[in-house]
C-alpha cells in the first residue's frame, strides 16, 4: 500500500529535550515536506525536500532541523522543543505533477 | 494579501443538497490545484485536483478552475453526512517552485441529515 507512514502518533515531551518525528515513503517520490496544522492558522511549511540531500526552509522553520539522507526518509529534528511548538505535524510526499500524499499525523506537547 | 483565502464557513448545506465551495489566490504563476478534505483529528486527504481552465468531474464531485479570476471552486453533489469535514484548497506554482504547495486555511463543511 502506498504511504507515508509518521512516528510516533502522539509525544509529550519537556521544553529543551531533543526530538526527531520519523517520516518515511514507499512511492519513490522526490519531494518530500514537513507541515504544522495550528487553529486558526491552517498548515503552514516548515521545510521541504525536492531530492536527496538537498533540503530548503518553508515558511516556519524557526527551531526545526531535517536531513534527506535516503529519498524515502525525511526526519524533523527538534534540537531544543519550546511550548510554541506544541502542533499537529504532518509529513507528506508528492512527485513531480502530484499532490501531496499526507502522513497520519504527529501530535507534539512541549510542556 | 493572502496566497490563498477560503471562507472559513461553516457552510451549513441539507443532506442531497449541492455544496459550493470557494478558493481564490493571488499568485498567476499558480499552474496546479488541489482540493483536500480534512475530518478533524485526521490527515489530509486529496479529492481532486485539477490544472486546465474549466470543469473537471469525479463522481459527486466537481472541481472548476478560472485562471482569469484566479478563482477555484469544488462542487459536492447530493451531499452527504459523511462529507462533513474542512476542506482545504491548495495551490501549487509549479516549474522551480513544484515542491511548494500552499494551503488555505479551510471550509468547514456541515451536512445536515
Known amino acids: 500500500e502506498a504511504q507515508v507512514t509518521q512516528n510516533p502518533r502522539y509525544l509529550i515531551t519537556v521544553t529543551g529535550k531533543k526530538l526527531t518525528v520519523t517520516c518515511s515513503q514507499n512511492?519513490?517520490?522526490?519531494?518530500m515536506s514537513w507541515y504544522r496544522q495550528d487553529p486558526g492558522l491552517g498548515l503552514r511549511q516548515i521545510y521541504y525536500s525536492m531530492n536527496v540531500e538537498v533540503t530548503d526552509k518553508g515558511d516556519v522553520p524557526e527551531g526545526y532541523k531535517v536531513s534527506r539522507k535516503e529519498k524515502r526518509n525525511f526526519p524533523l529534528i527538534l534540537e531544543s522543543p519550546s511550548p510554541n511548538q506544541t502542533s499537529l505535524y504532518f509529513c507528506?510526499?508528492?512527485?513531480?505533477?502530484?499532490?501531496?500524499?499526507f502522513g497520519s499525523g504527529t501530535r507534539l506537547t512541549v510542556v | 494579501q493572502k496566497e490563498v483565502e477560503q471562507n472559513s464557513g461553516p457552510l451549513s448545506v441539507p443532506e442531497g443538497a449541492i455544496a459550493s465551495l470557494n478558493c481564490t489566490y493571488s499568485d498567476r504563476g499558480s499552474q496546479s490545484f488541489f482540493w483536500y478534505r480534512q475530518y478533524s483529528g485526521k490527515s489530509p486527504e486529496l479529492i481532486m485536483f485539477?490544472?486546465?481552465?474549466g470543469d473537471k468531474e469525479d463522481g459527486r464531485f466537481t472541481a472548476q478552475l478560472n485562471k482569469a479570476s484566479q478563482y477555484v471552486s469544488l462542487l459536492i453533489r447530493d451531499s452527504q453526512p459523511s462529507d462533513s469535514a474542512t476542506y482545504l484548497c491548495a495551490v501549487k506554482r509549479g516549474g522551480g517552485s513544484n515542491y511548494k504547495l500552499t494551503f488555505g486555511k479551510g471550509t468547514l463543511l456541515t451536512v445536515n441529515p
Open positions: 507528506a510526499s508528492s512527485s513531480w505533477v502530484g499532490g501531496y500524499t
Open positions: 512511492m519513490n517520490h522526490e519531494y
Open positions: 485539477i490544472y486546465s481552465n
